[in-house]
């Protein structure tokens, strides 16, 4: 039984560049929500996705920016990097609907911004 | 704005004895709670959760809830070095979106 996967694993840019992050929930799972952890701090809910529609959003910018496909799997884009969003970024799966809301981290990418 | 407070730490304590973490929660709409253990440079892992009020257990974790007063707490008894880590407490902020605290850096020393 997979579980919560993400790619890739590091990622350096510089300012002003875009990245793209992957994620592939648990199986079973239907729901994906993205975390920004920084360092010393917990993870900073970004945004969740459902039937491939963002169906929940935390406090960031619109440069931050999601998608979900048929398989359920995810993507966060985000777009013109400020130095700041150096980040450990998460992927969390659940079952939509579930009775107590059990999310699964995957490994995270570690974004380094130059 | 809903918010998880913990202490950062460390905590430390000798190996075998009981490691309590604490944290409060602004939320009174939050109905479950979560606790996680992240070791440096990996992602959290899932320890248990809970819902209603009193303690459950899991091995050698106990998890407490006290929705009057706002705490939640986790007891690790029989704490060994390998439970060294941070742990992250949690609240669930509707649409298993969670509200996460800074966490609680613990030290348990052979």
Known sequence: ?114 | QKEVEQNSGPLSVPEGAIASLNCTYSDRGSQSFFWYRQYSGKSPELIMFIYSNGDKEDGRFTAQLNKASQYVSLLIRDSQPSDSATYLCAANSGYSTLTFGKGTMLLVSP
């Not at chain 1, 592939?24 to 529609?53: C, M, N, R």
């Not at chain 1, 496909?69 to 966060?76: D, G, K, Q, R, V």
Request: hydrophobic share 30%; with cysteine; aromatic share 12%.
């Open chain 1, 1 to 114: 039984d997979a579980g919560v996967t993400q790619s890739p694993t590091h990622l350096i840019k510089t300012r002003g560049q875009q990245v793209t992050l992957r994620c592939s929930p648990k199986s079973g799972h239907d729901t994906v929500s993205w975390y920004q952890q920084a360092l010393g701090q917990g993870p900073q809910f970004i945004f969740q996705y459902y039937e491939e529609e963002e169906r929940q959003r935390g406090n960031f910018p619109d440069r931050f920016s999601g998608h979900q496909f048929p398989n359920y799997s995810s993507e966060l884009n985000v777009n013109a990097l400020l130095l700041g969003d150096s980040a450990l970024y998460l992927c969390a799966s659940s079952l939509w609907g579930g009775r107590n809301n059990e999310q699964f981290f995957g490994p995270g990418t570690r974004l380094t911004v130059l």
